[in-house]
């Protein structure tokens, strides 16, 4: 099993900046794909950066591009997510996640990001 952690979100006003970070522990050697997904209030949940371990590069989504930047430190087991010149639309709630597949079976409890 992986447990994943988030941390580093917070309340901040438009045009400002945040890094999440997801810190990964247990059976992490199955790990293949990550990546950062949030869920606003009455939206569905929507997959804002995702990656593939074993390849360089990284999808985004349309309205994070570059704004967002996912980093990984394979050492420390930890994913970043660098989210810079926020805007309203980005207040949700962000989770990272992990999994063999792009099923992402291991999910992280969330951290609320509020752009004011």
């Known amino acids: 099993h992986v447990q994943l952690v988030e941390s580093g979100g917070g309340s901040v006003q438009t045009g400002g900046s945040l890094r999440l970070s997801c810190v990964a522990s247990?059976?992490?050697?199955?790990?293949?794909?990550t990546g950062w997904f949030r869920q606003a209030p009455g939206k569905k949940r929507e997959g804002v950066a995702t990656t593939l371990i074993a390849r360089a590069g990284e999808y985004y989504i349309d309205s994070v591009k570059g704004r967002f930047t996912l980093t990984r430190d394979n050492i420390e087991n930890t994913m970043y997510l660098q989210m810079n010149s926020l805007t309203t639309e980005d207040t949700a709630m962000y989770y990272c996640a992990a999994g063999p597949g792009t099923t992402f079976a291991y999910w992280g409890q969330g951290t609320q990001v509020t752009v004011s």
């Open positions: 247990g059976s992490t050697d199955n790990i293949k794909y």
